[in-house]
């Protein structure tokens, strides 16, 4: 099992910038791609980024150049530093963990972004 806890959350002006923490814990040796995703009112969850266990990055192209994922092993943390918000934006974010050789799939509980304009 892995508990993974966002944090960072809260409400910004558009233009304005906010970090994201996901802090990990458990089997995490077994963790190969961590990822932020987000779901806004009404819609769907959809994937904003993510990172590999050897640092590779993705990002859906809408969040390219304004938004930065990482990962700090060490601390079993993941964070997306997230700038130039956009009313757009504002959404529960969610980290994800892919787990094992079966990609068993673990959710935080998700943290709110409010970008107000």
């Known amino acids: 099992q892995v508990q993974l806890v966002e944090s960072g959350g809260g409400l910004v002006q558009a233009g304005g910038s906010l970090r994201l923490s996901c802090a990990a814990s458990g089997s995490i040796w077994g963790i190969n791609v961590m990822g932020w995703h987000r779901q806004a009112p009404g819609k769907q969850r959809e994937l904003v980024a993510r990172?590999?266990?050897?640092?590779?990055?993705d990002y859906t192209d809408i969040v390219k150049g304004r938004f930065t994922i990482s990962r700090n092993n060490a601390r079993n943390t993941m964070y997306l530093q997230m700038n130039d918000l956009k009313p757009e934006d504002t959404a529960v974010y969610y980290c994800?963990?892919?787990?094992?050789?079966?990609?068993?799939?673990?959710w935080g509980k998700g943290t709110l972004v409010t970008v107000s304009s």
């Open positions: 994800h963990a892919e787990w094992g050789a079966r990609g068993t799939d673990f």
């Open positions: 990172i590999t266990s050897g640092g590779t990055t």
